[in-house]
């Protein structure tokens, strides 16, 4: 195999890995995100349960003010019957009477069902906390493991970018451009093998003379149909 030919599979392979380690890097923002996201979402779940249950109370406290209001006006309804001496105004009264306690029993059905909707409200709450507490643990390890990601990759991409840039300033510089716009251009490899008299990049088969100069490892030798550095594997 051509001497340079050989480094620059090792350069490929480290630009591959860098490729790789940069779109790794690229995911971790929305990872993070991701994770907030969930924390932020528990925690609302558990304030949307707190205002509920706040809600619950303050219509409870408004009933029971409907009622004092109601016992107030029976009070003095009766208070008023005792001093009339009329009987249509003491049957009015009455009938006033009847329709402010038939009221308070309505009203105390309504407290009745808000009390049993505020303890339902209090179990759900303390299931929720648990739930949340336990996801702010799982998601504060998560991130932590995240951070300690970022830092290897960041680290293992220096040690593969100072190579890499080690083993390119010993190629020719016209063949490294050559290289590089090919890997830029291809996307996935500038050098592949030649099996079978085919090009593993584009899977087209290559000329007799191009597999006689792939063989003879004595010059860079393209691919005429996807222009992809050949070698032949041995």
Known sequence: MHSELEQLLIIQDRQQKIRQIQTEIKTLPQQRANLEAQLAASIAGVEALKQKGRQVEVDRKNLELDVGTRSNSIAKLRTQQYETRKNDEFQAMGHEIERYENEIKKIEDQELELMMQA????????????????????????????????????SRLQELTNERAELAAKIDEDLLDRFERLFESKGDAAIVALEHNVCTGCHMKVTTATIM????????????????????SE
């Open 213 to 232: 100069h792939a063989k003879a490892g004595k010059e860079i030798v393209n691919c005429e149909q996807c222009g992809r550095i050949l070698y032949v």
């Open 119 to 154: 303890d339902k409200v209090k179990a759900e709450l303390v299931e929720e906390e648990k739930k949340a507490g336990a996801t702010k643990e799982s998601i504060s390890r998560q991130l932590v493991d995240l951070d300690e990601k970022s830092k290897t990759l960041e």
